[in-house]
Structures are given as C-alpha cells and as structure tokens.
C-alpha cells in the first residue's frame, strides 16, 4: 500500500484533524524533512516526535491493515454491487431520455403534418 493510499484510509478512520492526520504522516515517513515540513505548520505536539521525547505512539500500519482478507473481499464486493447498481440506474436513465426525445420528436412530426394538412 503507497503512503497516499494509507493516507487516504487514515484520514477516513480519524476525523480530518490536521494534528492526528500529521502524526500518522510523521509514522509513516519519520525523515527530519517531513518532520520539519509538518512543524512548518505549527502543529502542537510534533516538535516532542521528531525529537523523539514523545510517548509511543501505536503502530498506524497495524491498524490499517488490521482488517481481514475477508472483509476486505466482502468490501470490494460490495463496491462491485454498487458500481453495478449505478451502472443499471444510468442506463435506465438514458434508456428514459431516448424514449421522452423519440416521443417528442413524432409529437413534433405529427404537429407539422396536420399544420400542412390545414394549408391545403
């Protein structure tokens, strides 16, 4: 999983707060350039983790990839439903359209003809 990726899913499991979503990044890449880049910020809290003085922070690539092959499999599953829903539900959609502009179009015809039928 790229550190995007687990990003992504980080900041679904936190709350988009800046200063968790800033920990977990200082977990993935603890290099003192992104520790520096995160304090540019002003984050509280981070000086003490790149420093190293503070408490052990739980290990975030366990808890991502804490969920089984399983639920990942019934979650991509589901996803596939949905997909396929949506896909169902556009094509009902542009089915209706095509229907509701033919319908139109003889109404349109049909108007023209008996308007021409009324000049003769």
């Given at each position: 999983?790229?550190?995007?990726?687990?990003?992504?899913?980080?900041r679904?499991?936190?709350?988009?707060?800046?200063?968790?979503?800033?920990?977990?990044?200082?977990?993935?890449?603890?290099?003192?350039?992104?520790?520096?880049?995160?304090?540019?910020?002003?984050?509280?809290?981070?000086?003490?983790?790149?420093?190293?003085?503070?408490?052990k922070?739980?290990?975030?690539?366990?808890?991502?990839?804490?969920k089984?092959?399983?639920?990942?499999?019934?979650?991509?599953?589901?996803?596939?439903?949905?997909?396929?829903?949506?896909?169902?539900?556009?094509?009902?959609?542009?089915?209706?359209?095509?229907?509701?502009?033919k319908?139109?179009?003889?109404?349109?015809?049909?108007?023209?003809?008996?308007?021409?039928?009324?000049?003769?």
């Open positions: 999983m790229s550190f995007s990726a687990a990003m992504h899913k980080e679904r499991l936190f709350k988009e707060d800046e200063v968790e979503v800033a920990v977990v990044a200082h977990t993935f890449n603890p290099s003192a350039e992104a520790g520096r880049s995160l304090l540019v910020r002003g984050l509280p809290g981070l000086q003490e983790l790149v420093s190293g003085q503070a408490p922070l739980p290990n975030y690539r366990k808890t991502l990839s804490s089984t092959k399983k639920e990942e499999e019934e979650e991509e599953e589901e996803e596939e439903e949905e997909e396929k829903e949506r896909k169902k539900e556009r094509k009902k959609e542009r089915k209706k359209k095509k229907k509701k502009k319908k139109k179009k003889k109404k349109k015809k049909k108007k023209k003809k008996k308007k021409q039928q009324q000049r003769f």
